[in-house]
């Protein structure tokens, strides 16, 4: 079994940052690929980023210049640092993690993390 586990939400000002942690535990030697996804009531969810063990990105376009993605491999962990956070941000962020790529970018990766809400106030 795999399971992951976000950490580092909370409430934060517009204009502020926070990082985000997703750490992996269990078997997982096949996860070759993980992912950020958010989620608000009246929105589907929606990925944020991507990476593969070949460092291989995937950002979606209206984040990429706020968001980056990077991964620890020592500590299994994998990181979204977000800069400039706007009220419109506010969500609960999700993990995914798979052994394609492919598969975590369409949201259809094996496994989920629990979620970590963001809520940022203006």
């Known amino acids: 079994q795999v399971q992951l586990v976000e950490s580092g939400g909370g409430l934060v000002q517009a204009g502020g940052s926070l990082r985000l942690s997703c750490t992996a535990s269990?078997?997982?030697?096949?996860?070759?690929?993980m992912g950020w996804f958010r989620q608000t009531p009246g929105k589907p969810r929606e990925l944020l980023a991507a990476?593969?063990?070949?460092?291989?990105?995937i950002y979606y376009e209206l984040v990429k210049d706020r968001f980056t993605i990077s991964r620890d491999n020592a500590k299994s962990t994998v990181y979204l640092q977000m800069n400039s956070l706007k009220a419109e941000d506010t969500a609960v962020y999700y993990c995914?993690?798979?052994?394609?790529?492919?598969?975590?970018?369409?949201?259809?990766?094996?496994?989920w993390g629990q979620g970590t809400l963001v809520t940022v106030s203006s």
């Open positions: 269990g078997s997982i030697l096949g996860i070759n690929a």
């Open positions: 995914n993690a798979d052994p394609s790529l492919t598969r975590v970018r369409t949201g259809n990766g094996n496994y």
């Open positions: 990476i593969n063990s070949r460092n291989i990105t």
